[in-house]
């Protein structure tokens, strides 16, 4: 049984909390939190973009500490899960690492490609797992493309466009926040850049267009380029401001033998139009969101039951992602120019 200790109360905690009820082989044994309401179980305040609001939860049964260093300190905790502000996720993870514990942080690594590389490597110097919970391969669809990525079931990729829109998150105080969220590029784009580099590799260069906001980037679009260049990678993600807008995220993945097309704003449901000039519609099940989050968190703790890294939450995939993210950004201020990765 994995021991979990859950830092952060926030609706990362949150969901987080609810998923592992789902998990075999783990239990959540303690909760850090400096707001002593939620800290004791009053979650009424905590609300998202999906899933319920939360509720008055029985947390009597659980270790429960205001400070990170009490929480590390517990010998009972075998794996920290980080639900924290992306500004406090390297501190916390080296000294979670330091402290001998297993780290699962929620996306992104962190905010800064500096901080994520020493969170990379504290891991491999103490020896523990260091996973980030980058959940857009355990959504259906996105677990079906990987799957098709992997298999070889299509032929080889040839590449794919995709997308990843939202309305202004006025909920979001600090979404714009170089320190705070990130800004879109890193608190939305990156669940496609981590998918990206997961597809396709490392690319080479990047070539982005978009617009600025303040020290972040609003809306872009970006070129992926690679060494082979028959391989075509294209993704436009960022916010607009008509509130009627929903979310909206999708892909078009070329392989040799096969397109998948999948859209969740235009209600296209995953798609295969073959070589043969078939159409198919996979079934893929009833989903909610917030299903993905026990298969997440199943495969960390199979990782660390098995000792045998995830592929999908490797801390270097998803710091390289990070990488990515802050070059497109740095092509968007220089007008467009390519910039080496």
Same mark, same amino acid.
């Given at each position: !049984?994995?021991?979990?200790?859950?830092?952060?109360?926030?609706? !990362?905690?949150?969901?987080?909390?609810?998923? @592992?009820?789902?998990?075999?082989?783990?239990?959540?044994?303690?909760?850090?939190?400096?707001?002593?309401?939620?800290?004791? =179980?009053?979650?009424?305040?905590?609300?998202?973009?999906?899933?319920?609001?939360?509720?008055?939860?029985? %947390?009597?049964?659980?270790? #429960? @500490?205001?400070?990170?260093?009490? &929480?590390?300190?517990?010998?009972?905790?075998?794996?920290?899960?980080?639900?924290?502000?992306?500004?406090?996720?390297?501190?916390?993870?080296?000294?979670? &690492?330091?402290?001998?514990?297993?780290?699962?942080?929620?996306?992104?690594?962190?905010?800064?490609?500096?901080?994520? #590389?020493?969170?990379?490597? +504290?891991?491999?110097?103490?020896?523990?797992?260091?996973?980030?919970?980058? %959940?857009?391969?355990?959504?259906?669809?996105?677990?079906?493309?990987?799957?098709?990525? +992997?298999?070889?079931?299509? =032929?080889?990729?040839?590449? =794919?466009?995709?997308? #990843?829109?939202?309305?202004?998150?006025?909920?979001?105080?600090?979404? @714009?926040?170089?320190?705070?969220?990130?800004?879109?590029?890193?608190?939305?784009?990156?669940?496609?850049?981590?998918?990206?580099?997961?597809?396709?590799?490392?690319?080479?260069?990047?070539?982005?267009?978009?617009?600025?906001?303040?020290?972040?980037?609003?809306?872009?679009?970006?070129?992926?380029?690679?060494?082979?260049?028959?391989?075509?990678? +294209?993704?436009?993600?960022?916010?607009?401001?008509?509130?009627?807008?929903?979310?909206?995220?999708?892909?078009?993945?070329?392989?040799?033998?096969?397109?998948?097309?999948?859209?969740?704003?235009?209600?296209?449901?995953?798609?295969? @139009?073959?070589?043969?000039?078939?159409?198919?519609?996979?079934?893929? =099940?009833?989903?909610?969101? +917030?299903?993905?989050?026990?298969?997440?968190?199943?495969?960390?703790?199979?990782?660390?039951?098995?000792?045998?890294?995830?592929?999908?939450?490797?801390?270097?995939?998803?710091?390289?992602?990070?990488?990515?993210?802050?070059?497109?950004?740095?092509?968007?201020?220089?007008?467009?120019? #390519?910039?080496?990765?």
């Amino acid at each position: !049984m994995i021991r979990v200790g859950i830092c952060g109360v926030g609706f !990362m905690g949150m969901t987080h909390y609810n998923a @592992y009820k789902k998990v075999r082989g783990a239990k959540v044994v303690a909760l850090c939190e400096k707001d002593k309401a939620r800290l004791n =179980g009053d979650w009424r305040s905590i609300k998202g973009n999906f899933g319920p609001r939360g509720t008055i939860v029985d %947390v009597s049964h659980l270790a #429960r @500490y205001e400070n990170v260093e009490d &929480l590390l300190a517990d010998p009972n905790v075998d794996m920290v899960d980080i639900c924290l502000p992306p500004s406090l996720h390297a501190q916390v993870a080296i000294a979670a &690492l330091k402290a001998g514990k297993h780290v699962l942080c929620e996306k992104p690594i962190a905010l800064r490609l500096a901080d994520a #590389r020493r969170m990379v490597q +504290t891991a491999k110097q103490t020896g523990k797992m260091l996973m980030i919970a980058h %959940v857009l391969p355990f959504v259906p669809e996105y677990t079906f493309a990987y799957k098709a990525a +992997t298999s070889g079931q299509f =032929g080889r990729l040839r590449g =794919g466009h995709f997308k #990843r829109v939202i309305s202004d998150p006025l909920w979001l105080k600090d979404f @714009y926040d170089p320190n705070g969220c990130g800004g879109p590029m890193i608190d939305l784009h990156i669940h496609d850049a981590h998918f990206i580099r997961l597809l396709f590799g490392m690319p080479k260069a990047v070539q982005s267009i978009g617009r600025m906001r303040g020290e972040v980037a609003e809306y872009f679009s970006t070129q992926f380029l690679f060494d082979d260049p028959q391989l075509v990678v +294209t993704a436009t993600s960022g916010v607009i401001y008509q509130q009627g807008r929903p979310f909206t995220h999708g892909y078009e993945i070329h392989f040799e033998k096969a397109t998948i097309v999948f859209d969740s704003g235009d209600g296209m449901p995953l798609t295969i @139009y073959d070589e043969k000039g078939k159409v198919r519609r996979p079934k893929l =099940g009833e989903f909610d969101m +917030t299903d993905a989050f026990p298969i997440e968190l199943s495969e960390a703790i199979r990782a660390i039951q098995s000792g045998t890294p995830s592929a999908l939450l490797d801390g270097q995939l998803a710091c390289d992602a990070l990488h990515l993210g802050e070059r497109q950004t740095q092509s968007i201020k220089a007008g467009g120019k #390519r910039v080496k990765v």
